[in-house]
């Protein structure tokens, strides 16, 4: 009976178990052999050992993409999930119509990616865009955005903000979740809004923040349609904006692999992110150790 | 939750002072008052971009470039749609991306059921390491994965077709099976026990059992299959070279790539391509709202 279940079990799961071998593991086993090789597509790969990965550690592109990412991770990601956390906090307070502005906040995030971009470009333009409309009448600086290079990253992660729909709603039915009696009980003892805020709601949905973030996190790693469209200058040409300020790592995989054909060099790329995206998960869950409240424990 | 105002109210602080009540009514129509006031900022901060695109997409070329930019205009025209129609083949792209998005959902729907089927309704010993090694691959960058598989396709002549973008979903995906796995888990095992015992087997205690009962599990998955095919650029920006198998991302692309600046109908087009998925979103909000909320899925 048992050795008819496992049977069972496997032959329903198979579906997935063969894409597995054949979409990922197989693939993963051949970039990792790519990477020791030239190969152009044209010809049969050549084996040169290390020397993909030694002419990474050389390539001025290589780390500015890899800085590109980091920035990207590091200052978008927090932002981003901020922004989604404070838009459920203010979807979650009781008023009626309520389902009309949770729908409104996550409309953006069902516009296609490429119309949003191009949206964004318009909306940017350093003389007829609205953003700068807006930043004038609030009598703030109005910077080129997309033409300027140290303004090219926070153009992008502005963009994030607009479809942070997603995060919202796992942060919001992670509120709904939160016991409506510690807050009772908080507020008879005569704490306030902040402090509800502080030592009560993100405890309680720390598990749901720390999931949240790896998974921006990692998504941010890959992140590629969106440079190389707000970069883009001809068909199949993103320039990676300017002075390369929008080569994110993606972008540059991309260009070795697909337009360059260098692909033994942009699968030696593939494998530095793998170990990126790797070590910058178990950091996370490293720092987040004691923060991090499970309820269950 | 819902009490805790009044409880609030009600009871006797620890030190025996009563909680300070303002003023109750005008104190409560004001605390009204103030969350609509941030609800309706927050609104006006997300719907504004849409303004902007529609508005765009209305007005004649010679007003798009008025400075200060402005929402209004003194001459509407459906021009821009008109020059977007002209200048691609809409209907074409359409067609395309709804036939890739069509094929996208059944593959997903029977594949990703029937795995979630055997991760949460069949008892048997490694499906829990099954789970795991699922949940990880979520982990994995497509980037690590998507040059020796563009190499095999192209080994095998497949490239510049359908077939690389729509073959995968026969198998299967991490995120749907997980979040299927999580509703099947909901669905009573003592409904499944007394069909085994009048001798159903499992693959009709799925199909006739377990699928009918997920449907709303089942309509969420199809909502995201069908978005995430329609809006795909990197798949479609590798496998496809023929401007007649172009998808609506892909179509607008190459249009901005000969029409840059003609802000006017590339927001027209842009509006053309969110329309549909936009209509679709509010039909089927609800379930596609839980479905998110189900797996934290992105």
């Known amino acids: ?297 | 939750m819902r009490a805790s105002d009044a409880v609030a109210v009600e009871i006797r602080s620890p030190n025996g002072i009563l909680p300070k009540v303002e003023h109750p009514t005008l104190g409560r129509a004001s605390a009204l008052a103030a969350r609509y006031l941030v609800l309706f900022g927050i609104a006006a901060l997300y719907l504004f971009p849409f303004a902007v695109v529609v508005s765009t997409s209305l007005k004649p070329a010679t007003e798009i470039f008025s400075l200060p930019p402005r929402l209004g205009s003194d001459h509407w025209t459906f021009d821009n749609y008109k020059a977007a129609f002209d200048a691609m083949p809409f209907w074409r792209y359409l067609f395309n991306t709804g036939f890739i998005s069509t094929v996208t959902v059944i593959g997903q729907l029977f594949s990703s059921s029937i795995v979630a089927y055997s991760l949460a309704k069949i008892r048997w010993r490694g499906r829990d390491a099954l789970l795991i090694l699922i949940v990880a691959t979520m982990m994995l960058p497509p980037q690590v994965t998507m040059i020796p598989v563009y190499i095999a396709w192209n080994r095998i002549g497949l490239t510049g077709t359908y077939l690389p973008l729509l073959v995968p979903q026969f198998f299967g995906n991490a995120f749907f099976i997980f979040m299927l796995r999580q509703f099947f888990r909901g669905i009573p095992e003592e409904l499944l026990d007394s069909a085994r015992l009048d001798g159903a087997s499992e693959l009709r205690i799925y199909w006739s059992i377990v699928l009918p009962l997920a449907r709303p599990a089942l309509v969420a998955l199809a909502i995201f299959a069908f978005m995430w095919a329609w809006t795909d650029f990197l798949l479609p920006l590798i496998y496809i070279n023929d401007p007649q198998q172009y998808t609506l991302s892909i179509g607008l692309y190459s249009f901005f790539s000969e029409h840059g600046v003609a802000w006017g109908a590339l927001m027209a087009a842009a509006t053309l391509m969110s329309a549909p998925l936009i209509v679709v979103f509010l039909f089927g909000q609800r379930q596609f709202l839980q479905g998110i909320a189900f797996t934290g899925i992105k």
Request: no cysteine.
């Open chain 1, 1 to 297: 009976m048992a050795h008819r279940s496992v049977y069972r079990g496997l032959l329903f799961a198979s579906p997935w178990i063969v894409g597995f071998l054949v979409f990922q593991l197989v693939p993963i086993i051949a970039s990792a052999y790519y990477s020791f090789t030239n190969f152009n597509l044209f010809q049969d790969p050549q084996f040169v050992g290390l020397h993909n990965y030694q002419r990474l550690t050389s390539d001025d592109l290589f780390w500015k993409s890899l800085f590109n990412t980091v920035y990207l991770t590091v200052f978008g990601v927090p932002i981003s999930l901020t922004a989604a956390l404070i838009a459920a906090l203010a979807l979650n307070m009781r008023v009626r119509g309520q389902w009309f502005f949770r729908t409104v906040v996550f409309l953006p995030t069902v516009v296609p990616v490429v119309a949003a971009t191009y949206i964004w470009r318009w909306l940017l333009n350093g003389q007829y865009g609205f953003v700068n409309e807006a930043l004038a009448a609030a009598h703030l600086g109005q910077p080129l955005w997309l033409d300027d290079p140290p303004w090219t990253k926070p153009a992008l992660i502005l963009m994030s903000l607009w479809v942070t729909g997603s995060a919202m709603i796992v942060f919001l039915a992670a509120l709904q979740d939160v016991p409506g009696i510690y807050y009772e009980a908080a507020t008879i003892d005569g704490a306030g809004l902040w402090a509800k805020f502080r030592h009560i709601t993100i405890p309680l949905i720390s598990p749901v923040i720390l999931f949240e973030t790896i998974i921006a996190g990692i998504f941010t790693l890959q992140y590629f349609t969106q440079a190389y469209l707000l970069s883009q200058t001809r068909f199949n040409a993103a320039s990676g904006g300017p002075e390369n300020s929008l080569l994110v790592y993606g972008l540059y995989l991309f260009q070795q692999g697909f337009v360059n054909l260098n692909m033994g060099y942009a699968s030696a790329m593939a494998w530095v992110l793998l170990f990126v995206a790797l070590a910058g998960t178990l950091l996370l869950l490293r720092l987040s150790r004691n923060r991090v409240f499970y309820a269950g424990e």
